[in-house]
């Protein structure tokens, strides 16, 4: 068996995509769906952030009926805002700062015209249902590491640029550093009063800025689950990796059911199935053993293999089960599919670094695409330097290739 896990071990992901400022924008309600129901299957509690919670209006259409009315859903899917349950049992949880209400975060937007604020009824469902289960954290600490963080990613780029682009980034580096205490409305300000200021300028001048702007969302979306010592999920990018002429295959299983990664399946899956699915014995294996490789542990292949057989033929069944009685576009859907899964656990043989994916890779047939789930540790120190700083812009990452780092 596989090294024991501390005491406290449950799986804590935060999911960054209810982030306005994401790399990867959702564009539709059924989209964050889909993104939500995968990753409750692999954590024992979601977190989203209380800004988050507030200002995502896809969010709002997953837990309000009022407010689902007022969002696009994906051609030929039912509205579906269902996900209230999933608040009042504590799967997912919103991360609430230390001495703050929902309502208090909300005037606090209003009044410094933040976007897509939500009406004070919203508010007052959304605390219902998320009250009991709350989880603090500490907004002075997060504010710090989200300025540590983007003053880290200047810092970064700033020793091998010069001229125009060079200036930039001292000037922003300059007013981020004043800035007591550090606040993403202000920054995003900032960079529109120098873009005025600079109408005209360079592609240097224009791309510098945008960089800066890159790398405060990506510093927003890290700082929090940095500070409660939990997992992150979003869009993988170089961070979550394993470069491939260094990868080491230590287990592959393929031929697997692929309808747990169906976006499509995913975003009208009933959610009394997905409560059913996180009590199946082999899924819990199975988030259990990942958790066991986030945190840098040699999961146990032979558990990790039957558990990842074991529950991807339970999910299989049940969406057959699910839609073949409730029919429509996702019963004929999931009778189009011929896609198997693979999954395959790799170690980084220059840092030890180890990864998980689940993935798809046949083309794509018409009517979908399927996501994909990865699973990496944290790289040790020879490893930080290469990973810390993303290479190309964000925006052009795939919201359906998922990683789980941290």
């Known amino acids: 068996m596989g090294a024991e896990l501390p005491a406290v071990s449950a799986e804590r992901i935060y999911l960054s995509d209810v982030e306005p400022h994401a790399a990867a924008p959702i564009d539709r309600a059924s ?26 209006k896809y969010f709002r259409a997953l837990v309000s009926a009022e407010e689902s009315r007022h969002v696009q859903w994906s051609a030929g899917s039912s509205a579906l805002p269902d996900l209230a349950q999933l608040l009042e049992s504590g799967r997912l949880r919103v991360a609430l700062r230390e001495g703050k209400t929902l309502h208090g975060i909300r005037d606090d937007h209003r009044g410094r015209n933040v976007e897509n604020v939500p009406e004070p009824a919203y508010v007052a469902q959304l605390t219902a249902m998320s009250a009991a289960h709350s989880v603090p954290y500490n907004g ?50 900032w960079l529109g009063r120098y873009r005025a200021k600079n109408r005209g300028g ?53 031929g697997l059911p692929a309808a747990m990664l169906d976006n499509l399946l995913l975003s009208q899956l009933p959610l009394e199935v997905l409560l059913e699915a996180v009590e199946e014995p082999s899924r819990n294996t199975l988030v259990q053993e990942l958790g066991r490789l986030r945190r840098g542990v040699q999961p146990d292949v032979a558990v990790l293999r039957e558990a ?71 790289p040790g120190a020879a490893a930080q330097d290469e990973i810390r700083v993303a290479t190309g812009p964000r925006r052009h990452l795939d919201p359906l290739d998922r990683v789980i780092t941290l």
């Open 140 to 189: 002075t600490a997060v504010a710090a590491g989200f300025k540590a963080g983007v003053l880290a990613r200047i810092d970064a780029v700033s020793r091998d640029v010069t001229g125009g682009t060079r200036t930039v980034l001292d000037d922003a580096r300059s007013w981020v550093e004043d800035q007591q205490p550090f606040d993403y409305k202000a920054l995003k300000d």
């Open 308 to 378: 990842v057989g074991e529950f991807s033929s339970w999910m299989l069944e049940a969406f057959d089960r699910t839609f073949r009685a409730t029919g429509g576009r996702a019963w004929e859907h999931l009778q189009s599919q011929t896609r198997l899964m693979r999954f395959g656990l790799d170690e980084d043989q220059v840092t030890g670094r180890l990864g998980a994916g689940l993935e798809v890779r046949e083309a794509p047939l018409a009517g979908g695409r399927s996501l994909s789930l990865h699973v990496v540790n944290e």
């Open 31 to 56: 989209d964050l769906r889909s993104r939500v129901l995968l990753h409750v299957l692999f954590a024992d509690t979601l977190l989203i952030g209380d800004s988050q919670s507030l200002n995502n």
């Open 202 to 254: 360079s592609a240097d001048l224009i791309l510098a800025l945008q960089s800066v702007d890159e790398w405060a969302g990506e510093s927003y979306r890290r700082a929090l689950p940095s500070v409660l010592d939990i997992g992150m999920a979003g869009p993988r990018d170089g961070s979550g990796a394993i470069p491939a002429d260094r990868s080491r295959r230590i287990m592959e299983e393929a």
